[in-house]
């Protein structure tokens, strides 16, 4: 793994404008608008010729924009794969085709190693292991147990399986600390409400005292759906979520929500770079993983200035 940061910029770039054909997953949440902005930003920025398709959570329609990249002999594939399985078929015939491929934002199953260049995105388990670390020093003075509600993000997505993992990992040896409602989302604010919703028709003895968030459009459902049950998000229950989006960080400002890890959308520069790598024959590390931080009340005021997004 390279710590992602400056990479020099290369003297020798080919006369043709590089084609590369980027399949992205869908639009479901603010993150990956952002994401999906960047990259279409940094093409422009880096006189790369862009050709993304938008699969709209559809791993099928992912393959047909990747049979129609390999048609028109693009130069390089990227590819964020909705979920993890079920790549070999489709990057065997990329392979055959002879086009090299980036995997970019989420991970892909596959045992061949030589079907992919790289893979650039972010250590989502680690961002499991800081959330339940923010957690357990928060709730660390509350005596008996803790009850935890899980809104997970699209099932078989790398994200959603390593934040369940970290976040699992970093309280099993801490017993009072149960996740008694666990349930997937995909993502998007109106599940997360929807599926909130749900979690607080229990008894009111059942209702969790942390909201655990795989990402923050649906936490800012969670947080309607807590109101409406007449409860205080941020207070009667402690809300843990993960991107950093401008919305959450104005949110943890409002003290709706108390934590926010953050996950870095903007991956296009460094997706253009390595485009530019590959074709110049250079050799790229296997794993290139963006810095991110945390972000707290105590910080939001501070980061809602930096938030590009
Ligand atoms: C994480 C990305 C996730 C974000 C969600 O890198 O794949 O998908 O956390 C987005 O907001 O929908």
């Given at each position: 793994t390279q710590q992602l940061g400056w990479i020099p910029p290369l003297d020798d770039s080919p006369t043709d404008p590089i084609v590369l054909g980027f399949s992205q997953l869908g639009s479901e949440s603010n993150w990956r608008n952002a994401n999906t902005l960047s990259i279409v930003d940094a093409a422009k920025e880096s006189g790369i010729t862009l050709i993304m398709e938008n699969a709209e959570q559809s791993q099928e329609k992912q393959f047909e924009a990747i049979r129609s990249f390999i048609r028109k002999k693009v130069d390089v594939i990227a590819i964020a794969p909705v979920v993890q399985k079920g790549w070999e078929p489709i990057l065997q015939e990329v392979?055959?085709?002879?086009?090299?491929?980036?995997?970019?934002?989420?991970?892909?199953?596959?045992?061949?190693?030589?079907?992919?260049?790289?893979?650039?995105g972010s250590d989502f388990?680690?961002?499991?292991?800081?959330?339940?670390?923010?957690?357990?020093?928060?709730?660390?003075?509350?005596?008996?147990?803790?009850t935890i509600a899980?809104?997970?993000?699209?099932?078989?997505?790398?994200?959603?399986?390593?934040?369940?993992?970290g976040f699992r990992d970093t309280i099993k040896a801490n017993s009072r600390f149960q996740i008694t409602q666990i349930l997937p989302a995909n993502f998007t604010e109106v599940q997360g409400r929807a599926v909130m919703k749900a979690f607080l028709e229990k008894p009111r003895?059942?209702?969790?005292?942390?909201?655990?968030?795989?990402?923050?459009?649906?936490a800012l459902g969670a947080v309607e759906a807590i109101e409406e049950?007449?409860?205080?998000?941020?207070?009667?229950?402690?809300?843990?979520?993960?991107?950093?989006?401008?919305?959450?960080?104005?949110?943890?400002?409002?003290?709706?929500?108390?934590?926010?890890v953050e996950c870095n959308?903007?991956?296009?520069?460094?997706?253009?770079?390595?485009?530019?790598?590959?074709?110049?024959?250079?050799?790229?590390p296997k794993r290139m993983v963006p810095p991110e931080d945390i972000f707290t009340q105590e910080t939001a005021a501070v980061e809602a200035q930096d938030r590009k997004y």
């Open positions: 392979k055959k085709a002879g086009i090299p491929v980036i995997v970019l934002d989420r991970s892909v199953n596959v045992d061949d190693g030589s079907l992919y260049v790289t893979f650039i388990y680690e961002e499991g292991v800081k959330a339940a670390k923010y957690m357990l020093d928060k709730m660390r003075h509350l005596p008996g147990p803790v899980e809104l997970e993000g699209t099932i078989g997505s790398t994200p959603s399986i390593d934040r369940g993992r003895e059942e209702w969790p005292q942390v909201l655990y968030s795989h990402n923050d459009d649906m049950a007449g409860l205080t998000p941020g207070q009667d229950i402690i809300i843990i979520s993960i991107d950093g989006t401008r919305r959450a960080v104005d949110s943890m400002i409002q003290g709706k929500i108390n934590a926010v959308p903007l991956l296009g520069p460094l997706l253009m770079q390595a485009t530019k790598e590959i074709m110049t024959g250079r050799t790229l």
